[in-house]
């Protein structure tokens, strides 16, 4: 899998402090300054560095703003809470209060929308924030696997698309919940959303399927 940022070139190594320096002064110019008016030499003298150390990581802004929107949520941890229900309910809160952060909707709302025309844009979005987040499918997979609440795989394929699936499923519930509609996710909508996720429409108890305040509005 493709790194976050751009491998360094040949020379002194990369300071990791300059590169947390740089990710959280975009940050704070996306949230003041909107995408538009962003600019890397702004950046630089918000992290305090020289403008050459910043364009030696990163050719231009559409790669620093995709890598500082994903060290947003490589912040995201599946926590072990003892069953797959409530570790996706775990997790799930985790995103959707990342997503809630005033940074995380001007970052995340801007690549987006710069992506419709900018391919090269939209797979580094891919690449360094979808793909990477799949992990937490995996692993959450895996954990239920153990505890003997999912089935093991026997079509690697198919196991494949139900990741992206599952994915799928959970990123665009969570984000048109709370950067398009702007509805909390809170805790009851979390617990609603995680039973039709794992019960589907059909399988959901009768408490919930007619209860009238379960908000599974989306």
Known sequence: MQSRTPVSR???PRSATADTA????????LVELGWSKLTLGDVATRAGVAKTTLYRRWPG?????????????DELKLPDRGSLVADIEGVVLQFAAILARPETKSGLMAVVAESTHDDA?????RVSIVDRQKRLVLEGRTRAQARGELPRETDLAEAA?????????????????T?????????????SFTQVLLLGLTGLPPSVESAPDSDLRF
């Open 161 to 177: 698309r139900m990741v992206d699936l599952i994915f799928d499923m959970v990123a665009g519930a969570v984000v048109h919940r």
């Open 22 to 29: 740089i990710l959280a002064a975009t940050r704070d110019a």
């Open 10 to 12: 040949s020379g002194r």
């Open 121 to 125: 844009l939209r797979e580094r979005i």
């Open 179 to 191: 950067l398009v509609s702007g509805n909390p996710a809170d805790e009851g909508w979390v617990r």
């Open 61 to 73: 802004k559409n790669e620093l703003v995709v890598d500082a929107v994903a060290a947003l949520f």
